[in-house]
C-alpha cells in the first residue's frame, strides 16, 4: 500500500505513484517515500540528504590543507 507524503491518502492508482525520495532505517533496508503526480512538485527536499550534498560541495571548494 502507497500513500501520499503529502496528504497521507492512500495512491490507489499504480501509475499515479510517484517516488520522492527513500528513507534509510536504523536497523533495515529502510523505505520509499510516494505522493501522487499531482502532490510530487510540492514536496520539500530531503533535509538530510540536502546537508549531505551542502557538506560535500563545501569539502570539494574548500579542502582542508593540513
Known sequence: MRVCRHCDQPITAREDAVLVAHEPGNSGPGWNVWAHQAH???ME???VAVRAKVRTLLARTFP???
Do not use: E, N
Open 40 to 42: 510530487a512538485d510540492r
Open 45 to 47: 527536499p530531503y533535509a
Open 64 to 66: 582542508q590543507s593540513g
